[in-house]
C-alpha cells in the first residue's frame, strides 16, 4: 500500500515539473519577443518655435458712455395733448416730441397782448402831450414803464407755451416710450430716453503704473462678447488728473466711432491701450503647455538616439511662461527659436516617448481667432 502512494506522488511531482518547465519556456519566449517588437508611437502635430513682436498692451474692463446722453424731460408740468415721436425711432435736433396743453396760457396771451397794445397806444399819447408840453417827463416815464412791462408778460406767456412744446435738444435715437396722451407730466419726469450714438465714449481704468506709458493720441481696440471676432477702434482722448484714492487707479476715456450704433450706452466691454513699443518674444500655441502644479512644460519633438534615422522622441521640457495673445502663448525661459514642439495632445506623452509627426491637417492657431458660430 505503502509502495503505491510512493509511486503515485512521484508520478504527480514529476507531472508538476514538466508542466511548470512549459509554463516557464512559454513566458520566456514572450518576454523575448516583446523585447524584439519596436516601441509604441504616438502621432503629434509639431510646431516650430518662432519669435514675433508683440506690442505692448495696457487692458482692462471698460463701459460704453454716450457723448451726448439724456432722458428728455418737460420743464413745465401740463396735460400730454400730442406724441410726436415714434420709439426706437431717430430724431434730428430740435424735433418735437410731446405737446403739452396750453389753452389757458393761449388765453393768457391773447389778454397780455391786448394790454400791451392798449400800454403802447398810452404811451404814444403821452409822448405827443410830453413833445407839446403839456405832461411831465414823470407820466411819460410811467407810461413808457407800462408799455414794457405789458411786452414783457407777453414774452414770458409765450416762453412758458414754448416750453410746453418739449423738443429734442440734440440728434439722436429715441428709447422706449414712457408717457400717454392725456397723462398729467409732472415737471422733470421722463419722458424717452435719447442718445447719440456716433461716436461714443468707453470708460476704463489702468493701475497708477501706467501712468508712464499711456497718453491721450494712443490707439484704443474694444471688444465685447455682444460682438464676437469684432473689434471697435478708436483713440484715448482724455484721462482724468487725480487717482482713485481707494483703488490707486487711473480712470481713462476713449473716443470710438460707431456709425452703425453696434456699441450701446452701458455695454460692457473690454479696452486695450496699444504702445508704440513693442516686445520680441517667442511664441508657442496654448495648447503646446502642460500645466501642472510643479510647473509648466513642453514637449520637445528630436530625433532618436540608437534608432532608425528617422525616429523621433520628445523631451519634457519646463518653460516659463510670459503673456497670451489669441491662440498663442510667450515662452521667456527654456525654448529657443527653430525647435519644434508638440502642439496639441500633450497630456498623453510621456518622457523619451516615441512620435511620428502626422499629416492629418491641424487647426492653423491665430493672433485673432474667429471661431464659427456653434
Not at 421722463?190 to 450714438?197: G, T
Not at 503704473?209 to 484715448?236: M, N, S
Request: hydrophobic fraction near 45%.
Amino acid at each position: 500500500m505503502k509502495r503505491q502512494i510512493f509511486w503515485a506522488l512521484l508520478i504527480g511531482l514529476a507531472v508538476t515539473a514538466g508542466l511548470a518547465g512549459i509554463k516557464a519556456l512559454q513566458i520566456r519566449t514572450l518576454i523575448a519577443q516583446a523585447r524584439n517588437l519596436p516601441p509604441p508611437t504616438e502621432a503629434v502635430a509639431v510646431f516650430e518655435v518662432r519669435e514675433e513682436n508683440w506690442p505692448r498692451l495696457w487692458t482692462a474692463v471698460g463701459s460704453v458712455r454716450p457723448v451726448r446722453g439724456v432722458r428728455v424731460t418737460s420743464e413745465l408740468p401740463g396735460v400730454i395733448r400730442e406724441i410726436c415721436f415714434e420709439p426706437g425711432a431717430e430724431v434730428g435736433e430740435g424735433a418735437v416730441l410731446v405737446r403739452l396743453d396750453t389753452s389757458t396760457e393761449e388765453a393768457e396771451l391773447r389778454e397780455a397782448e391786448a394790454r400791451a397794445e392798449l400800454a403802447r397806444l398810452e404811451r404814444d399819447r403821452i409822448r405827443t402831450l410830453f413833445e407839446a408840453h403839456t405832461v411831465s417827463q414823470a407820466e411819460l416815464d410811467g407810461a413808457e414803464a407800462a408799455w414794457k412791462e405789458a411786452e414783457a408778460r407777453v414774452a414770458a406767456i409765450r416762453a412758458t407755451i414754448a416750453k410746453k412744446t418739449v423738443r429734442a435738444p440734440f440728434a439722436g435715437r429715441l428709447g422706449i416710450r414712457e408717457v400717454h396722451v392725456g397723462q398729467y407730466l409732472q415737471a422733470g419726469a421722463p419722458i424717452v430716453s435719447l442718445q447719440a450714438l456716433d461716436p461714443v465714449y468707453v470708460e476704463f481704468a489702468l493701475p497708477q503704473q501706467a501712468i508712464a506709458q499711456v497718453r491721450p493720441g494712443l490707439t484704443v481696440e474694444v471688444t465685447t462678447d455682444a460682438w464676437p471676432g469684432r473689434t471697435f477702434r478708436g483713440v484715448l482722448t482724455a484721462m482724468d488728473p487725480d487717482f482713485d484714492p481707494v483703488t490707486r487707479s487711473l480712470r481713462l476715456q476713449a473716443t470710438l466711432p460707431n456709425p452703425d450704433g453696434a456699441l450701446r450706452p452701458g455695454m460692457y466691454v473690454q479696452a486695450t491701450v496699444v504702445l508704440p513699443e513693442a516686445d520680441t518674444v517667442r511664441v508657442v500655441p496654448a495648447p503646446a503647455v502642460l500645466h501642472a502644479p510643479y510647473g509648466d512644460s513642453v514637449f520637445v519633438v528630436e530625433p532618436a538616439t540608437n534608432d532608425a534615422p528617422d525616429a523621433l522622441t520628445v523631451r519634457q521640457q519646463f518653460v516659463k511662461l510670459g503673456g497670451r495673445r489669441g491662440d498663442f502663448v510667450s515662452v521667456t525661459a527654456g525654448l529657443e527659436p527653430g525647435q519644434k514642439v508638440v502642439s496639441a495632445g500633450v497630456f498623453r506623452l510621456r518622457n523619451g516617448m516615441r512620435v511620428t509627426v502626422t499629416d492629418v491637417p491641424t487647426p492653423e492657431p491665430s493672433l485673432n481667432p474667429r471661431p464659427a458660430d456653434g
